[in-house]
């Protein structure tokens, strides 16, 4: 009986290996400019990482680092609670 390597129930990744797109790794914006504190007063930045409808974006989408997306969810908090950034967007539904 021949040993056959089991493969994945999605198969995603070696679809992707195969297509021959070569993914480049995300990089931490603020690891990148060495920022050791995120201002919550700087609401222009802060709202790169907030939806529209007003949630944070997880870090496996913005790339952040884990030490630099929980300071960055705490900037936002602290920016909402001072009324820089809402907590809801005015949406029409």
């Known amino acids: ?7 994945s129930q999605r198969g ?3 679809q992707r290996a ?3 797109q070569i993914r480049k790794k995300r990089t931490c914006r603020f690891c990148e400019s060495k920022d050791t504190y995120i201002d ?5 930045r802060l709202q790169r ?3 529209e409808q007003g949630r944070i974006i997880p870090k496996r989408i913005t ?3 884990s030490k630099h997306q929980r300071l960055l969810v705490t900037a936002i908090k602290r920016a ?3 009324a820089l950034l809402p907590y809801v ?3 029409v539904k």
């Open 49 to 51: 990482f907030v939806s």
């Open 89 to 91: 967007s005015d949406a």
């Open 63 to 65: 790339g952040t680092c």
């Open 80 to 82: 909402r609670h001072l």
């Open 18 to 20: 195969s297509s021959g």
């Open 40 to 44: 919550y007063k700087i609401e222009k």
């Open 1 to 7: 009986m021949a040993f056959t390597p089991r493969t």
């Open 12 to 14: 995603g990744s070696s």
